[in-house]
């Protein structure tokens, strides 16, 4: 059973930063072949894709809304991919996945890309 651990969410004010970090432990695939995003969830929102790193050809994708701000890293080791956030908003308060799936296309946006989900973290940004 595949399993993504996604961590390092917490609780910061406008304009803080945090490390999101997404680990699949015992991956039975070549980490290096997949794609990983990030999407998040606002309560009453639907899940949107923030981010992607497609380890395969080494494509970054950002969501427009991020663009700038949200940095995506990938540390194949270690099976582990980075969301680094910087500058961060109210609105960017969420519940934030990761997910891998193999990318061919420019897709990365589209949830049913991806094959396996992370339980998911959560980023609070308040004052």
């Known amino acids: 059973d595949v399993q993504l651990q996604a961590s390092g969410g917490g609780s910061v004010r406008p304009g803080g930063s945090l490390r999101l970090s997404c680990t699949a432990p015992?991956?039975?695939?070549?980490?290096?072949?997949?794609?990983i995003a990030w999407f998040r969830q606002a309560p009453g929102k639907e899940r949107e894709a923030v981010s992607c790193i497609n380890n395969g050809d080494s494509k970054r994708y950002y969501a427009d809304s991020v663009k700038g701000r949200y940095t995506i890293s990938s540390e194949n080791a270690k099976n582990t991919v980075y969301l680094r956030m910087n500058s961060l908003k109210p609105e960017d308060t969420a519940v934030y996945y990761c997910a891998a799936g193999l990318l061919y296309g420019d897709s990365w946006y589209v949830d049913y890309e991806y094959d396996y989900w992370g339980q998911g973290t959560l980023v609070t940004v308040s004052s």
């Open positions: 015992g991956f039975p695939y070549d980490f290096g072949d997949y794609a």
